[in-house]
C-alpha cells in the first residue's frame, strides 16, 4: 500500500498531520495558520528563504518575490501540515511540510529558486529532495541562483 507522507510520519506519536487555514503570510517561510481553534506560527521545514521581515536585517535578495509567491500560493487557504519529528522551534513556531492541494509547498520553493535548504535534524525526512531540488534550480539560474 502506498501512503501519503503524512500518513507515514508520526504513527505512534499522536496526530502526524492537521488541516490548518493560512490566515496571514508572514514571509516565504512562515505562515500564521488557524489550528483547533488556535492561531499558530508555522516555520516550513527544510527551506529557508531570503529575509523580508527579520528586525534588524535588511529586506535580502529575492526575499520579496519569496514572500510574494507565498502569499499567492497559500494565503486565506486550507492546507495540510505535516509535523516533523520535532513539532515546534525555539521560537514556539510549529515545525511543518506543507501541502495544498496535493502540492509539497516547500519543495515549490526550492525548485523555483525562491529557497535554499536548510537541514536541522532531526526534522530531514525530506532533505535529500530538497537539495536535489536546490542543485537543479542552482545550475538552471532560477530565481535567487541567477539574481543574487
Known sequence: MLLRPWEELGRDEGPASALAYVSRVVDGDTVEVRLDGEEEDVRYIGVDTPETVKPDTPVQCFGPQASSFNHRLVEHRRVRLVFGAERRDVYGRLLAYVYLDGRFVNAELVR???????????????????KRLEITAARAGRGLWGAC
Open 112 to 130: 523555483r529558486g525562491l529557497a535554499r535548504t536548510l537541514t536541522i535534524p532531526p526534522n530531514d525526512r525530506f532533505a535529500g529532495r530538497l
